[in-house]
Structures are given as C-alpha cells and as structure tokens.
C-alpha cells in the first residue's frame, strides 16, 4: 500500500445470524478485506491516482454513546457567532495542517468519497461488485456517521467542547446562494475549484437546472418559487413510504447490483453537488463529482443540511418511519475517531441524534405549507390511450411521452394512506462518469416543459464518479404519483401520460411501469 487514507466505511452486514429470519433477507454483506485496497481511478492502464487506500490497523474498537450525555445545537450558517466562525476556520485550518498521513487529516477525510465512491473496495466475495454508500438505503446513516466524526475530530483540534458544524439550508430562499463564510479567498474554508458564477455573487442555486445549463429567463422570485416546489416535491409528495426516501436497499443476492436512490438524495442532494462544482474541470470537480467532492470544505454544510432533512421527514409526519429491517439496523461502518482510533459503528446507533449529542437549530421550512400539487395552478389535462406506442429499451434522445394504463383508479382515501402509487423508471442505463439528468412529468402541457412546475413530477441526476468503471449496474428511479394526480384532478383517469425529457447525457431507459409501494416495507 503506497499511501495511507483515511477513513474506512464499511457496510458491512453482520453475519449469518441473522440470514433466514423474518421477511425475505438478502444474502449478508460482509466487511470488506481492509488489507485489499485496490488501485483506483485508472484512465485505460494508467493509474491517476491511488490515494484513498487507508491504513490497515488491525485494532478496531466498538462505538461508545460519550457519557454524561449532552446535546449541541448545530446553528444554520447564517445564524453562527463571529467567535463560531473563527472557530470553525481555525479547527478546518489546523486539520488541513495535521500531516497528510494522519487519518484525521481534511486530506484524509476527504478520500472517503474517494474510496467509496471508486472500486477501491469490494464486498467480500464478490471482487466485482464494488462497495457503494451512495444510491441506496446506506446514504443518511454513512453520512451522518461521518460528519460525526469530522465533528468530534475539529472539536478536539481546538479543544472546545462545545464547537458544532453549522448546516447550509439551501431549502430557505435566505440561504439559497453560496454562504459567504465559504466564499473569503485564503480562508480555510474556501475551495477554488468551485463554480465561479456563484463566487462573490448573489447568484440563486436552481434546483431545476444543473450548473452549465443554458438557463430559461427566471426571475429570482421564480427561481425561488420553483425551488420550494422541489422541495416539497422530494419531502412530501415523493416520499410517502420509507422506501422512496431512504432508496432502495443494499443488498447483493441480485444478478447484478440495483442502484435505487432515495428522493431527497437525487433531487436536490445531487443538483446542490453540481451547482458548486467548477465548471471549467473535466467532472465539476470538487464538489460536481463524488471523488473530489469532501475536498471541499462546503461539502459538510451541505450534508449537516441533509442530515437536517432527514430528522425534518420524520417529523412532518409521524407516519414516516426509518427502515426497521435487520440489513439495514446491523450494517456497520469503520471511522477513524478523533484520537486515530480505528471505530466500528452501527446504523442503529445513529437513529436518533438526541443520543449522539446534537440536535439542529430550528429554522422555518418554507416550503411545508405550499399546497400539494406544488403547482401554481390546477391543470387538469387528460391522458389518452391513443398515444404511440413506445418501445423499451428506449434511448432517450428527445422528450418521449408515454401513455401508461393504471392497475387502479379512484383509490380511497384509506388505500392512499397505506400504499403509494408510484411510476418506476427501471433498468436506467448511463454512464457514471457522466453528468446526466431527465425530468418526469404527468399529463404535460406542450407549454415550456423546461420551466413547467404544474405537471412537474421530479428530476432524475447523476453526479459523477471520479473514474470508475461501473460495469452492468443499473438504476431504478421511482416517483411518486398520489398527490400529484390529486392535484391535476387525475386520480380518476385509466389512462396517464408519463413524459421523459432528457436534459444532460447519455441515458438508456428498459422500462416504465405502475406499482404500489408499502409506507414501510420494502
Ligand atoms: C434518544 O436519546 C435520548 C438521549 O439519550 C433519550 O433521552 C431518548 O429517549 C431517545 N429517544 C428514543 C426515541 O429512543
Ligand atoms: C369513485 O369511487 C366512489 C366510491 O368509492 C364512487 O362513489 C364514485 O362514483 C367513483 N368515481 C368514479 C369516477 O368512478
């Protein structure tokens, strides 16, 4: 091994105890070889960079709630004290300073995306399935684990007990440019590589077009507005069941891994990602790609947001519920600690926040009260079922409109409750190295179908790997139908018409079909 990383994540699944009981279990993930780093990030035979393999310490120490217990409030950005500031530059400029081989360091930290994010680990027994935290239900808990840990490692390097990491609440109109604390050249909180349109500006991050868009005339009131509707979009209207909001599970008793993200990882996790990345690197890098993303120090307030919004899901409806199934309960990650100690954790440990000692500040949500249909205004147009036919696989090339027999129509309301109507967009082929995005409508108008909200269902993005060869993975994207045909005044329809637009990328589709999710069960 030539260089040592940083962090080790792992899912791993713990072991067979488990395989047999209950519901359908998929076949356990084991740890992967921490002795196995492979070398990642190859263009053809060369070798770019080998970077994140971190080191093998062979002592490894189970996670301990900190006793007496305490709770620290992590403040939005805007809201922090000119001492937080310093503090948080002065803990971000000492970590930078630790040596590059100590796992604590920022450059040691920032390889985690790295090395999951390229093949440098596989699941064990299965050399050609590289290990993933993206994409899946393994996104929220990987990452609020590893915020944890860079935390705890700033506090200790000022030694300030109390110090928090802010959060970037980008789903407020007041926060939705670049925070200007990350935006002071020679602070250690500031990235060069970062798109410069949004530098020392007041330019609006826009949820619905990723960064080098050419973007449609909107005014910042409308930019805001749409943005709100993706918001309520992703946490409300597509996120009615566990399944939609966490993605898919982690399993690999497939024929072959199934990428399924949950809503608010896709839409705007993946757009916030693309919009601060460089428009003038190869990928977006920093943060426009996966492997350099944790390069940037923005990248933590950006995920302590999402971390937010998770807490914020299960709280808007005390229906909404985290996955209670084993797989999911008893995966476990690796952290490197605050002292350098090598610390295996569990997802079940990081449920609730209260217990890992910080809550959020409270700050309004905008976008809870917007009505259902997240539309400005009710478009009742009608599917019809003399449409053509499209054939699948579909190479999505132009906007394709799809009409689509429902299994079910005129549901009760007691039926909406306990199962969600979804549309699910399957075997989704494209290339991981690539930005790719495509918008999903219902019963559109042929009215500007860039800028549309009414019809407007959800985006589906990818945010780049750094240099990977994913090889025969493909995605599921699910979308969320109740509320919306409510909302057109649709739900009694046989027929709708689902259209595909195509805004970035290669992007091959081999299916579109109806189907009832569960609210909880997978
Ligand atoms: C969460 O943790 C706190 C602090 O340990 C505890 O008081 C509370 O009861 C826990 N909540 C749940 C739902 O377990
Ligand atoms: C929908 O169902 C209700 C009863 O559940 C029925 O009264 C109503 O006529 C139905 N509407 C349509 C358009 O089928």
Same mark, same amino acid.
């Given at each position: 091994m030539t260089r040592r990383g940083f962090i080790i994540a792992i899912a791993s699944f713990?072991?067979? =105890?488990? $395989?047999?009981?209950? +519901?359908?279990?998929?076949?356990l993930i084991e740890s992967p070889d921490l002795a196995v780093c492979k070398k990642i990030h190859t263009q053809g035979e060369v070798?770019?960079? &080998? &970077? %994140? %393999?971190p080191p093998n310490r062979k002592k490894i120490v189970d996670f301990v709630f900190e006793t007496p217990s305490r709770i620290r409030v992590r403040p939005a950005v805007q809201h922090m004290t000119v001492e937080h500031i310093e503090k948080y530059k002065e803990a971000t400029r000492r970590m930078k300073a630790?040596? +590059?081989? *100590?796992? $604590? #360091?920022f450059a040691q930290q920032a390889n985690v995306h790295y090395a999951y994010c390229d093949d440098a680990y596989s699941e064990m027994g299965l050399p050609q399935m590289p290990l993933e935290v993206?994409? #899946?239900?393994l996104f929220f808990p990987f990452h609020r684990w590893y915020l944890y840990f860079h935390e705890k490692i700033l506090r200790s390097l000022i030694e300030d007990d109390d110090f928090v990491l802010p959060f970037w609440n980008y789903d407020d109109p007041s926060s939705m440019t670049l925070p200007s604390i990350f935006d002071e050249i020679n602070s250690p909180l500031y990235d060069q590589l970062r798109n410069q349109d949004l530098c020392?500006? &007041?330019k609006l991050i826009n949820f619905r077009s990723y960064r080098d868009d050419p973007q449609p005339q909107l005014t910042d009131t409308e930019i805001i507005q749409n943005n709100l509707r993706v918001m309520r979009l992703q946490m409300v209207t597509n996120s009615k069941t566990t399944q939609q909001f966490f993605g898919g599970k982690y399993i690999v008793d497939r024929p072959r891994p199934n990428h399924t993200p949950g809503s608010l990882e896709m839409f705007p996790h993946n757009i916030v990602h693309s919009w601060v990345g460089s428009k003038s690197t190869p990928k977006g890098e920093d943060m426009g790609s996966f492997h350099t993303a944790a390069r940037d120090p923005i990248f933590y307030v950006h995920h302590t947001n999402i971390d937010r919004l998770w807490g914020v899901w299960k709280d808007i409806n005390c229906k909404n519920k985290d996955p209670d199934e084993l797989e999911f309960l008893e995966a476990s990650f690796l952290f490197y600690d605050e002292k350098a100690q090598l610390t295996r954790v569990t997802i079940k440990d990081c449920l609730n926040t209260s217990a890992l000692g910080y809550r959020y500040d409270n700050v309004p949500i905008p976008w809870l009260d917007l009505d259902k249909t997240c539309a400005p205004t009710f478009i009742n147009r009608r599917g019809s079922n003399n449409l053509r036919k499209v054939i699948f696989p579909l190479v999505l090339k132009s906007m394709e409109s799809i009409t689509i027999r429902r299994r079910m129509n005129n549901r009760s309301e007691v039926e909406k409750e306990s199962r969600e109507e979804v549309a699910i967009i399957d075997d989704i082929e494209l290339d991981y190295e690539e930005s790719v995005m495509f918008d999903v409508y219902i019963n559109? #108008? *042929?009215? /500007? =179908? $860039?800028? /549309?909200? #009414?019809n407007f269902c959800s985006s589906f993005m990818n945010v780049p790997n750094g240099g990977r060869s994913i090889i025969d993975v493909k995605t599921r994207f699910v979308v969320g139908l109740t509320d919306l045909l409510d909302g057109i005044q649709a739900d009694n329809d046989e027929y709708i018409v689902i259209t595909l637009v195509p805004r970035k990328g290669n992007i091959k589709i081999g299916g579109l079909f109806i189907d009832f999710l569960d609210r909880h069960n997978f």
């Open positions: 713990i072991a067979s =105890i488990f $395989r047999g009981v209950g +519901k359908s279990m998929g076949a070798v770019i960079e &080998t &970077t %994140c %393999c630790l040596d +590059k081989d *100590d796992p $604590r #360091s993206h994409k #899946s239900w020392g500006s &007041t559109p #108008s *042929d009215a /500007d =179908i $860039r800028t /549309d909200m #009414s």
